[in-house]
C-alpha cells in the first residue's frame, strides 16, 4: 500500500468518523430540546401521579379504619383553632352560672328598641335626599 493510499484511507475515516460525530450531536440536540423535555417531564409526573393514586386507593381498600383516623387527625389540624375557640366557649358556658332571665329579656328588649330607632333614622335620612 502506497502513501496515497493510506492518506485516502485516513481521509475516509476521518470523514466516517466525523459524520457519526455530527449524527450523535443531531441526537443529543434532540434529546435536549427543550420541548422534549417537556414532554419526558410530562410523562414522568403523570406516570408519578398515577402510581402514587394506585397505591393511595390499594391502602384505602386494605386499612380504611386507619385510614379514615388519619383523616380525621388532618382536618382536626387543619381546623384546630376554630375547635379550639369552640370548646373554650361552651366550657365556659358549662362553668359559668345561668344569668338571671329578667336580665337576658331587658338586654333584648333594649337591642330591639335601638335596631327599631336606627331603621327609623335611616329612613327619615334616605327621605331628606
Not at 23 to 36: C, G, H, K, L
Not at 67 to 79: C, K, Q, S
Not at 91 to 102: K, Y
Request: overall charge positive; glycine content about 4%; hydrophobic content about 35%.
Amino acid at each position: 500500500m502506497s502513501a496515497r493510499d493510506e492518506y485516502l484511507a485516513a481521509v475516509e475515516t476521518a470523514e466516517a468518523k466525523k459524520q457519526s460525530f455530527l449524527a450523535n450531536v443531531q441526537i443529543a440536540r434532540a434529546r435536549v430540546s427543550p420541548t422534549r423535555l417537556k414532554n419526558d417531564a410530562k410523562a414522568k409526573l403523570v406516570h408519578t401521579i398515577d402510581t402514587t393514586r394506585e397505591k393511595a386507593s390499594d391502602t384505602v381498600r386494605n386499612h380504611p379504619a386507619a385510614t379514615g383516623l388519619v383523616g380525621v387527625g388532618v382536618i382536626a389540624y387543619l381546623f384546630r383553632r376554630p375547635l379550639c375557640r369552640m370548646t373554650k366557649r361552651c366550657w365556659t358556658r358549662l362553668r359559668t352560672p345561668e344569668e338571671p332571665a329578667g336580665l337576658r329579656t331587658d338586654v333584648r328588649d333594649r337591642l330591639t328598641s335601638f335596631r327599631n330607632a336606627l331603621s327609623r333614622s335611616i329612613t327619615e335620612f334616605r327621605h331628606e335626599k
